[in-house]
């Protein structure tokens, strides 16, 4: 059947709807990594979004299952030039038409999707509806994005704990992404996985050696409620933030964040390390960012840069060992160049050990 991505700035581009006829609202923006469909869809920061994908082929290669981020698909609907009926990989168990179908996301397909994208790159991102009946459409009478408390509809309910490793990480849960979790559990780590709104003293009772603050969706000014106890806990352990719980912590010491005009989502960020010069090659999703001139009192100073537009990538503090990268060196999708950026975290937390041990 016909179906209709309508902008709200009134546009309507026409596709081919696939899976059940149902109107979806979700803020518009678009991925361009020319793989990782599977991860994208199963990544918890795309909550209540709708993603088109720039690259044309999308569901070549199937579903598989192990490239999941997160237990189902998150965004609101997927919007593409072409989706492949059939998976071709040996490891491909089901379509992405038919995996889509079973959680009733609506899959736009035959999309001029260039044409969006060329849309949003000079609007920006925004709202949007994908409907069969374009003429009837009232963005004022839509739910929109900002009522919806993103965090809260993905973050866990309960505590548990992964791994058996030597180091005791509580990763405070806004959303996060499989991929984290394994990488800290490869690099020797236990992790217990606690809701978003946990508080700080049942987070004590854990007796942590280190704070993760994970990825997740929306807009980090939503969560301003958490941040004078993130930066208590951040000046008391070790603490590692990822992309969201990088935005956090900058809120948290009394840093700004802003929204960039059209998101980063993609597997080839190039992002500056400003303290060696090295050069890393990022996977990204995000629309928010720290802003520079609002870190002058923070005690943070940037490290990491974006070469494409030198927004900020990354802070280090001058007090306190802290890790904090708007990127993603857990990759999944995109290279895994800068995972080494987790042993910042793990050297951080045995000083810390040792500073124990001889104290
Ligand atoms: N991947 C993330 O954690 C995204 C963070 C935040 N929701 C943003 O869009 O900027």
Redesign the pocket.
């Known amino acids: 059947m016909k179906g209709y991505l309508v902008l709200s700035t009134g546009e309507v581009f026409e596709g081919e709807l696939l899976g059940e006829s149902k109107e979806v609202y979700g803020e518009v923006v678009f991925f361009t990594g020319m793989t990782g469909y599977e991860e994208v869809i199963t990544d918890p920061?795309f909550k209540g979004q709708m993603v088109v994908f720039t690259y044309p082929l999308i569901g070549n290669y199937g579903i598989n299952g192990d490239d999941q981020e997160s237990k189902a698909p998150q965004p609101s609907a997927l919007i593409m030039q072409s989706c492949r009926s059939q998976g071709y990989h040996y490891q491909s168990h089901e379509s992405l038409e038919k995996y889509a179908n079973k959680y009733s996301i609506p899959v736009l397909v035959g999309v001029d999707t260039r044409a969006v994208v060329k849309r949003i790159r000079e609007l920006g991102d925004m709202g949007a509806i994908i409907t069969t009946n374009p003429e009837m459409i009232d963005f004022s009478t839509k739910q929109v994005i900002g009522t919806r408390n993103l965090v809260e509809e993905v973050s866990t309910t309960k505590i548990e704990t992964f791994g058996q490793g030597d180091f005791h990480v509580v990763m405070i849960d806004f959303g996060y992404k499989k991929s984290i979790l394994t990488s800290l559990i490869k690099l020797g780590c236990k992790v217990t996985v606690v809701p978003f709104d946990t508080d700080e003293k049942t987070i004590n009772n854990l007796k942590p050696d280190g704070i993760f603050l994970s990825?997740?969706?929306?807009?980090?000014k939503k969560l301003l409620h958490l941040t004078e106890q993130i930066k208590r806990l951040a000046t008391t352990y070790p603490t590692m933030g990822?992309?969201?719980g990088h935005?956090l912590l900058a809120l948290a010491f009394g840093g700004d964040t802003q929204k960039l005009r059209f998101?980063h989502r993609g597997a080839n960020q190039p992002v500056q390390d400003i303290l060696t010069k090295k050069v890393y090659i990022t996977s990204q999703?995000?629309?928010?960012f720290v802003t520079d001139e609002s870190l002058k009192k923070t005690g943070f100073t940037p490290r990491y840069i974006n070469i494409n537009d030198r927004s900020i990538e990354g802070m280090s503090h001058i007090l306190y060992p802290i890790t904090s990268v708007q990127f993603h060196p857990e990759a999944h999708p995109g290279p895994t160049d800068s995972e080494e950026i987790f042993l910042h975290f793990l050297t951080d937390m045995s000083s810390k050990r040792r500073e124990k041990v001889y104290a």
Do not use: A, D, T, V
């Open positions: 920061s990825n997740g969706p929306g807009n980090p990822i992309c969201l935005q998101g999703n995000h629309s928010y």
